[in-house]
């Protein structure tokens, strides 16, 4: 979380500093930055008794008559899960043409009892694919910040597919994962199809004080159809440098899509089928003229990491597909993201090179 927004309800949590908000090119930005992905209050307590008051927003889009889900609100105790409670539908955004129209609707209550006796360090964990304003935290006994903890902090950017707005948990998210295995404390930038090398999203990272950082990059790149071969990489390069100003020696981790088997050697952008599989609109006649594939952002970017690696040993390069890969495509059900299978196996190959000896975060 990089910011704390006052509304008239209560507070909420954003995953973008305030400044950025008037840099959105669209609505759908400020919907992704609202999702609590990673984000979760912290405290130590011998309460036995919470109570959370919470309003999630779900979104509809036009022509559907289906809501996305509000997700759930976890407790952990000590780094164990405790308890997982779903939480009701209450506004209502509709969307038409890439705009928002909210329908209020009513807060919720969720009451954890019979928690343990004694001293105890808490995680709430807030759903990822939701707007969550809360409302009140009540305890039947004194509630005060944690103790540091002494770990360092990973900072991730990249797509839906490390934000995974679809999951049931909080806790199935490949980078939430992850981040237990390696024994740091995760800040997830991850922005479901809008990691796009947005300045303002680099700015953002440049500016948080955290030990390590990876970035997920080209997969929204090549279904969105943002950038041609030509304006891809000093994208990439105006992205590092960014970020380089205010972390010139922090370990900084640049991942590769994972497979993706409609836009592998296709070029987007995408969009969703009857049967609720991804397809590219594109043709690989294009690539010649410029077009991206994800075969082709992954070309680019080992070259353009290799180049900088000559003045920042720092820099680290990683193949998405080392993460999920051909003989994982089982686990696509919608051809482009993972489902919870593979999220995990996601995290412990990430955790698995990444936090270990010799790995960039080790």
Partial sequence: ML?????????????LPTWTRAQFPDESVERMATLSSGVRLAFVTTATLLE???????????????????????LVVDGTLLRREPLPAGNVLHVSAGRGRTVPGPSCRVTFDQLPPGEKEIELWLPQQSRTELISLW????????PATGRRSWLHHGSSVSHFPEAGSPADTWPVIAAALGGVELVNLSLAGNARLDPFVARAIRDEPVSLISLKLGLNVVTGASFRRRSFGPAVHGFLDTIREGHPDTPLLVVSPVICPPVED???????????????????????????????VRDELTRIVTARQVHDPNLHYLDGRDLFGTDDIPDLPDGLHPNTAGHRRIAERFAGIAFTPPGPFA
Avoid at 3 to 15: A, I, K, S
Avoid at 52 to 74: H, I, K, N
């Fill in 3 to 15: 910011d704390l927004e006052r509304t008239e309800t209560g507070v909420l949590p954003w995953r």
């Fill in 52 to 74: 959370v008051e919470a309003l999630t927003t779900v979104t509809q889009y036009e022509g559907s008559t289906e809501r996305s889900e509000p997700g759930a609100l976890e």
């Fill in 139 to 146: 305890a039947d006994a004194a509630v005060v910040p944690p």
């Fill in 266 to 296: 296709t070029p987007g952008p995408v969009t969703l089928t009857a049967d609720g599989c991804f397809t590219a609109l594109g043709t690989p006649a294009d690539i010649t003229s410029g077009a991206l594939t994800v075969n082709v």
